[in-house]
């Protein structure tokens, strides 16, 4: 509900009251935006859903409603229509003035939290030693937007960078390079991460094929949480590598996170264990430590485990999960902390929380979000690859990105017979071609899988990231070519007349309600929405035939629509930033 809502709501209660006695307090006034623009902007309800308890015609119950309401400062006199809707037109006057009250606003009118709150995002979370793939691509755009957007409501935001650091993998991969290429145990930066990648996919084979190794490689696992010197200090040059390499993606797209990986929780799992047992949750299955699930079952329907001890005393990415949880409300104090996946660890999430919960470890006023997203698909509607069939590099796919829209304004700029600078050139294809990734992504409802197009997050018109630059660019356009500071506008000098005018008006005052909710469900494709629409409602605006003059108007009617211009390129730029997408002044 946005505040103009909130106060209609208000002005209702006090009409019910009046008209029907204190009973009728706290009923709600059933306030919808109206269906038609002809009828205004909101239409009320609640004279229908009365009529039954008050034994009266809606339109009676209606009238006696009206003739208490006042919402003279908000509305034009309510109407009544129908079998007894009230519809209800916002007042110019009350635009223009919520309107003035934003524009001399930094945060263009949105309160911050009424309860801010400490809450963590675990996302981006890539594995050491392997490749970051679209999967944690999708996870660091996603969870950074989320993160941004609750940072700007005031929450005290922590950014976990889960990675997988930690596990029998590093034993396999330490055994190996022990064998075959040595130095990479002992001196810093001997390998990237290509090598390492294919090293890891050789120590798996190895592992795979060969008993003895398999053996090795345990015991190289034991010494590595025994912490053995050097194996502690080879794994320690692993992780080095592969974050050095995480680190230039996350430059790239301007991403900041607090690494704590699942060796940061290690000496906390046998705890998680004990702390079941006395729960008396723990069940010993076949040498492994588990607790049997509500709601999960094998194949043959039987209940199906979840283990937090293998039988051979190793722990599982379940465990970690549980130890981190514990931590991140004990020592944390999270109040909400969200999960940033893969739609495929759905059902990790909703087991080890459920263990979670039956171990009376959740607090009652601790929120605990999975966020899941779908696949990244190629044009061909299969998993996304390169051409030959292997995993795309992030390193290649964001570079692409770039080079397309390099690509694609130096052929605009020759259209448009412009000369700029190759700084220029560069800044804008950066921007452009990271932004129309980032763009792409959010975008989209995450819970869908989303195909990966090139040619679609570039093109200039569409729901896309150019699009949307491109409108913030040509209102600076404006101010340039008429040599005004928006800045200096003066206030209070909003006059508002034509239709596109008042449309965009109202659009404007919605903002606030957008981001709150993308705040609650975590859609950031809801705030991709409005912004768009919002292009679309000044592109009609500004348009010669549908809308107004602007730069050659009569003054008041000048000045006002300029501080239109205005205030919508500062909603695209606040929405923008909140989407982790920087704006250009020109492109
Ligand atoms: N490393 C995991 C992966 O690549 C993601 C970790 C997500 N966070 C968590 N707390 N489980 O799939």
Redesign the pocket.
């Known amino acids: 509900m946005n505040p103009t809502q909130e106060k209609l709501k208000v002005q209702f209660e006090q009409a019910l009251v009046a008209a029907f006695g204190a009973d009728f307090a706290a009923i709600d006034p059933i306030l919808v935006a109206a269906s038609n623009p002809k009828f205004g902007d909101y239409q009320a309800n609640v004279a229908l859903s009365l009529s039954k308890k008050l034994g009266k015609k809606p339109r009676v119950i209606a009238s006696a409603i009206v003739e208490k309401l006042d919402v003279s400062q908000i509305c034009e006199t309510p109407e009544i229509a129908g079998p007894g809707f009230i519809n209800l037109k916002l007042k110019t006057t009350y635009l223009e003035a919520q309107l003035n009250a934003i524009q001399a606003d930094s945060r263009l009118g949105i309160p911050t939290a009424k309860t801010p709150q400490r809450e963590i995002v ?1 996302f981006s ?3 050491i030693a392997k490749e970051m793939h679209v ?2 691509l999708r ?1 660091t755009i996603i969870g950074d937007a989320i993160a941004r957007i609750l940072e700007f409501q005031g929450h005290d935001v922590l950014r976990l960078n ?3 650091d930690w596990g029998t993998q590093f034993g396999m991969l330490i055994a190996y390079l022990r064998e075959v290429y040595p130095q990479a145990l002992t001196t810093a930066n001997a390998l990237d991460i290509g090598d390492l990648v294919s090293f890891y996919r050789q120590a798996k084979q190895r592992f795979d094929a060969d008993e003895a190794f398999q053996e090795t490689a345990r015991q190289e696992v034991v010494r590595l949480q025994a912490g053995a010197q050097d194996t502690l200090h080879a794994w320690k040059l692993l992780c080095e590598q592969s974050r050095r390499e995480f680190q230039v993606i996350y430059d790239l797209l301007d991403i900041k996170l607090i690494e704590r990986g699942e060796s940061f929780y290690n000496a906390l799992l046998p705890g998680v264990v004990e702390d079941l047992e006395k729960a008396g949750l723990l069940v010993e299955n076949q040498g492994a430590k588990c607790v049997f699930l509500e709601g999960f079952t094998n194949r043959e329907g039987e209940p199906l485990p979840l283990i937090v001890q293998k039988s051979d005393g190793g722990y599982n ?1 379940a465990t970690t ?1 549980l130890a ?1 949880l514990r931590y991140r409300i004990q020592q944390d104090e999270a109040k909400r902390i969200i ?1 940033v ?2 739609a495929g ?1 759905a059902n ?1 999430f909703a087991q080890f929380l459920q263990v979670a919960r039956k171990a009376g470890w959740i607090p009652d006023d601790v929120e605990l979000v999975h966020v899941p997203f779908g696949l990244v698909l190629g044009e061909d509607g299969k998993k996304f690859k390169t051409r030959s069939g292997d995993t795309v590099r992030l390193r290649d796919l964001l570079d692409e990105a770039i080079a397309r829209s390099y690509a694609d304004l130096k052929a605009r700029l020759q259209e448009e017979e412009r000369e700029e600078t190759e700084e220029f050139i560069n800044e804008v294809a950066n921007v452009v071609g990271i932004s129309a990734v980032k763009y792409a992504d959010l975008s989209q409802n995450r819970t869908s899988n989303y195909v990966f197009s090139y040619e679609k997050m570039l093109d200039l018109k569409g729901n896309t990231a150019p699009y949307m630059l491109y409108a913030y660019a040509r209102i600076q356009g404006i101010s340039r070519k008429g040599e005004i500071n928006f800045e200096n506008l003066g206030s209070n000098a909003l006059v508002l007349e034509h239709e596109t005018e008042l449309t965009l008006a109202k659009y404007l005052l919605q903002l606030d309600e957008v981001i709150s909710t993308v705040e609650q469900d975590l859609l950031p494709h809801r705030l991709c929405e409005y912004l768009y629409e919002l292009s679309k409602k000044f592109n009609q605006f500004y348009d010669r035939n549908q809308g107004v003059r602007v730069l050659d108007a009569e003054e008041p009617q000048r000045t006002s629509r300029l501080i239109l211009c205005d205030l919508t390129a500062r909603t695209l730029k606040l929405g923008l930033s909140l989407l982790g997408i920087q704006v250009l002044e020109r492109m």
């Open positions: 675990d979370s890539p594995n999967g944690h996870s889960h990675v997988g990415y999960d981190s999960y996946t893969d660890q990790h």
